[in-house]
């Protein structure tokens, strides 16, 4: 069975460096990182001291709400820091690879002899839970409680970012055991979004509903497909992973060993020949950025995940846990003569305020990390709607969270919402709020106060 | 070194410092700011707020300076110095330098006044409170000497403004968050606080009070007189000038006010820059012809005879009042701004359509003063978060009405 899903509201941000469809090895990263902050909202309890000698999938900390939730190394070797911030938190755990790979074995599994608790149990001690996410909060799913059903959105619409279509290209036998393996976690159904027009390997999946979705962006994000195919109610809990996570979790039930192997995008305007690497989560970003030149090196950001809501994790950062992507583009950090009314030709805009991207609908901008204005109190109105495809209202949403009040965040859909999707009412924001960081800021009050 | 690098050492060295708001605001008057994403996106749109006021100016500019033109042409007409002009928008007569001379010499004034005045306020208001100096200003300085008679005094003017910027909005917490309108919460406190300055038959032209007062001293001189079009139609008086006249602005009123097609096209420009609210000045429209249908009806089913007080304005072609009066001035620039009005999209066509509808309907009944969209639209200011409520209730039910068909 197959249903559409047709968005128009949204806006596609088009911009130059767009990773060609090759793919290369990227040259083995000394040292792999896994920051706790990835997992937001856990607090992490060590197992691997430093010095200790891991497996690829051996547990390096535990989650202090759950001790059977266990984070796993991507990579066999030691662990040579664990970094401290203030207070000392945890900031990450440092392991310098061995040369020749050891996985943990978790044993070979027959899918469809298992039930659901103990494909939990195994998930959990191998470390692929973290993959897992939740809705409400957008966070890691709880497992003690059933999920309604399980969405999975294999439609890339953000900027830049990694095509679902093309790095799971091959795949199809480990991504059919994940989703059967997910589809015995939740009464529900385990629903699977693709384009329209693409040429999904997750297409043809059994055990699974198929959605076909098209429009703008955010038409990719996991939220709007929910909205549209059995929206979050109160009380409700609904699962969600990324289909290149489904790839680790099939492996690891097909061969038993942990393999934190991903193609990734490499792309933005400052990357010199944009395109696709095989690397390891946790992996050195400068493995991958100088393998493909960047212009103009003393003035960029690199950012792990894609422009719009990646992280800022500068040149001798790592690759995030959850990302697909390393987006590089030119650091914005100068003055513009008269830049806030002169004609502008060379940015997005949603209005046409002498600002003139709207004559010019299949160009490709090469933007970079100004803000192009202050930050205001909130002013105009009416704008977000044009981005915004779910049916809640936004800005009263943000205002909502920004004061606290905790009724209103309930009642205007704030179980229905991740940080992500205000990603582009962010970047249009003519007041230049921080959405993305009020929306988190709610939830994780919402999570205190309400669970 | 560049004065963009004099600049910068400059920012370094007043932050932190009280004066840094000040400073700040003229910096980024000559430089779009350097400041990179921190948090969320990593890239953002081209607008912010001081694009989105500027394009609200740009479109006010060709209202200001065909108000400049009429506070002299309407002078010198009074004065009998000339004759009305007949020959279409462009007549030379109107656009002469003499016409420009006095325009220049009444208006800029008004000009200064109001932003001089205001900015001083918001920029005292920014120091004090540590924030940088919003935009919302640019807009309401422009706006308040085009609302106002061409004599108004510029003490009252500035006593209204310092009034309406620190009571109208920087008691709320400034730009973004006032309830009222600051540009007609000026105009409103001229109106109370000075009503004999803002009312009647003389102080919509440019030298009508000082004449009058001049008779009244006992000199021979002929009396000119410079009411408005709702004026005359209130008094049930002949009216003297075209629809023509009316449309292209060639009439006495508030400065910027009167030239009805120079409003259509800033309000053109406004919808199609994105900046204005269409839905707004459309339902505002809607409204006014319905209530001026309705006051027609009044008058064709002879519920109202010609002896009534209100016939003559009652009986005016619906439409008329559309290009009478400061109603097109209104709905386009002081209806549609974002703060006061309705913030959801359902909320604006409700909000835009009572103030079409009541503006006309005070403009009909007010004995006093005929014309009403300024009371209209601080009325429906009041009221713009009660609609609101109601709009995102409907969507909260709609969620409700979910869970429950979801658990029961």
Not at chain 1, 313 to 324: A, C, E, F, R, T
Not at chain 1, 408 to 414: P, T, V
Not at chain 2, 17 to 31: D, R, V
Request: proline share 5%; aromatic share 10%.
């Amino acid at each position: 069975m197959s249903k559409d899903i047709r968005i128009r509201k949204g806006l596609d941000i088009k911009l130059v460096g767009e990773a060609e469809k090759v793919t290369v090895d990227a040259i083995r990263s000394n040292v792999y990182a896994i920051r706790p902050d990835d997992f937001h909202g856990i607090v992490p309890k060590v197992v691997a001291k430093q010095g200790t000698e891991v497996k690829a999938g051996e547990p390096l900390f535990y989650s202090k709400s759950n001790e059977k939730m266990l984070f796993p190394s991507p990579v066999s070797g030691e662990v040579i820091e664990i970094v401290r911030g203030a207070k000392r938190k945890i900031l990450a755990f440092k392991i310098l690879g061995d040369k020749e790979q050891k996985y943990a074995d978790f044993g070979v599994k027959d899918v469809n002899s298992m039930s659901g608790d103990d494909i939990k149990s195994h998930l959990l001690a191998s470390g692929c839970w973290p993959f897992i996410k939740q809705r409400p909060y957008d966070v890691i799913a709880n497992p003690d409680v059933a999920p309604k059903a399980i969405f999975i959105s294999g439609y890339t619409t953000a900027p830049l970012a990694a095509d679902s279509d093309y790095v799971l290209e091959g795949k199809e036998k480990e991504l059919q055991t994940a989703v059967t393996a997910l589809s015995k976690l939740t009464e529900g159904k385990v629903h699977i979004s693709v384009g329209k027009k693409g040429n999904s390997p997750l297409s043809g999946l059994e055990n699974s509903t198929i959605h076909n979705v098209s429009g703008p962006h955010p038409a990719g994000n996991v939220s709007v497909q929910i909205a549209k195919i059995d929206p979050i109610n109160k009380g409700e809990a609904v699962w969600v992973v990324n289909p290149q996570d489904l790839v680790v979790i099939g492996e690891l039930l097909l061969t038993g060993k942990f393999n934190a192997e991903r193609t990734i995008a490499l792309a933005g305007s400052s990357v010199k020949t944009p395109k696709y690497f095989k690397t390891k989560i946790g992996a050195e970003v400068s493995s991958v950025v100088y393998a493909s030149g960047v212009h103009d090196e003393g003035n960029i950001r690199v950012i792990s995940g894609d422009v719009l809501t990646g992280e800022n994790v500068k040149p001798d950062g790592y690759l995030g846990y959850y990302h697909n992507s390393i987006t590089v583009i030119p650091e914005g950090d100068d003055y513009e003569l008269f830049g806030w009314n002169k004609p502008i030709f060379n940015k997005i805009s949603p209005s046409r305020a002498l600002t003139f991207s709207w004559l010019f609908p299949n160009k490709k901008y090469e933007l970079t990390t100004n803000t192009n204005g202050e930050h205001r109190a909130f002013v105009v109105t009416g704008n977000y709607e044009n981005v915004f495809p779910l049916d809640i209202y936004p800005l009263q949403l943000l205002k909502a969270c920004v004061v606290n009040d905790l009724d209103a965040m309930e009642q205007l859909g704030m179980y229905e919402v991740a940080p992500e999707d205000f990603a582009l009412t962010e970047f249009i924001c003519v007041s230049k709020q921080p959405h993305q960081q009020i929306i988190r800021e709610g939830l994780d009050l919402m999570l205190k106060e309400i669970g | 070194m560049g004065l963009k690098d004099k600049l910068h050492k400059l920012k370094l060295k007043y932050k932190d410092k009280k004066i840094a708001p000040a400073f700040n605001a003229i910096h980024t008057f000559l430089y779009l700011p350097n400041e990179t994403t921190h948090s969320g996106a990593h890239v953002r749109g081209a607008d912010d707020l001081k694009r989105t006021m500027n394009t609200v100016i740009m479109a006010l500019i060709p209202c200001l300076i065909f108000g400049m033109f009429n506070a002299g042409y309407q002078h010198h007409l009074a004065a009998g110095e000339i004759e009305a002009v007949t020959n279409g928008f462009f007549s030379s007569g109107f656009w002469s330098l003499d016409n420009l001379t006095v325009g220049l010499w009444k208006v800029l004034p008004l000009v200064i006044i109001s932003y001089g005045v205001g900015l001083a306020v918001e920029i005292l208001f920014a120091v004090i409170k540590k924030h940088e100096v919003e935009e919302g200003y640019l807009v309401t300085g422009m706006l308040v000497p085009l609302i106002v008679p061409v004599d108004t005094p510029l003490w009252m003017l500035a006593v209204a403004v310092i009034f309406g910027v620190v009571i109208g909005k920087e008691v709320f917490g400034g730009t973004g968050m006032n309830i009222l309108n600051p540009a007609l919460t000026i105009r409103a406190f001229l109106f109370f606080a000075y009503p004999t300055w803002m009312s009647g038959d003389k102080v919509w032209v440019h030298g009508a009070v000082e004449r009058a007062n001049e008779i009244a001293g006992g000199a021979e001189l002929d009396a000119m007189s410079g009411e408005t079009v709702l004026g005359a139609l209130a008094q049930g008086k002949e009216l003297t000038y075209s629809v023509s006249d009316m449309f292209l602005g060639f009439i006495p009123g508030s400065v910027g006010e009167t030239s009805a097609i120079l409003i259509l096209l800033a309000g053109l420009f406004l919808i199609f820059t994105k900046i204005g609210s269409w839905r707004i000045m459309v339902s505002a429209v809607l409204g006014a012809l319905v209530m001026g249908l309705i006051f027609n009806g009044v008058v064709s089913a002879e519920w109202i005879n010609e002896g009534s007080k209100f016939y003559s304005l009652m009986s005016t072609e619906f439409w008329h009042h559309l290009i009478i009066g400061g109603f097109a001035f209104g709905v386009v620039f002081m209806a549609t701004d974002p703060v006061t009005a309705s913030q959801t999209n359902k909320g604006k066509w409700i909000y835009g359509f009572l103030i079409g509808f009541i503006s006309i309907l005070i403009r009909v009944f007010n004995p006093a003063y005929p014309e009403g969209v300024m009371l209209a639209i601080l009325l429906m200011n009041v009221f713009a978060p009660t609609i609101d409520h109601y709009v995102v209730q409907g969507n909260i039910k709609k969620r409700m009405k979910r869970l429950k068909l979801k658990t029961a």
